[in-house]
């Protein structure tokens, strides 16, 4: 079993940029794909990134292709959202997702993860 934790939300400008952080712990992260979602205010949560075991393969909803960047360091067991040009529709909480697999296949709907963060609110202002 593994326990994530997000960090590095808040409230910025759009046009800015903010890093998201999810550090594992419980078990190494290697052993998980991983994925971001957002889950904007009346709306239901959403695919936003998400990335392989070993980083190789990393993929993108296309509302934030080109302006965001899935990441990991698995070393520190952390896998991290790079997240610049932000829009106000951007506004949502943020969750990390982790699913113990050794496949390498996209991962995009909710029910492909087992493991899920508490979140992490980000607000972009107009």
């Known amino acids: 079993q593994v326990q994530l934790v997000e960090s590095g939300g808040g409230l910025v400008q759009a046009g800015g940029s903010l890093r998201l952080s999810c550090t594992a712990s419980?078990?190494?992260?290697?052993?998980?794909?991983m994925g971001w979602f957002g889950q904007a205010p009346g709306k239901e949560r959403e695919f936003v990134a998400g990335?392989?075991?070993?980083?190789?393969?990393?993929y993108y909803a296309d509302s934030v292709k080109g302006r965001f960047t899935i990441s990991r360091d698995n070393a520190k067991n952390t896998v991290y959202l790079q997240m610049n040009s932000l829009k106000p529709e951007d506004t949502a909480v943020y969750y990390c997702?982790?699913?113990?697999?050794?496949?390498?296949?996209?991962?995009?709907?909710?029910?492909?993860?087992?493991?899920w963060g508490q979140g992490t609110q980000v607000t972009v202002s107009s």
């Open positions: 419980g078990r190494s992260s290697s052993s998980y794909a």
């Open positions: 990335i392989s075991r070993y980083g190789f393969t990393t």
């Open positions: 997702a982790a699913k113990q697999t050794s496949q390498t296949q996209q991962r995009r709907r909710e029910i492909e993860y087992d493991y």
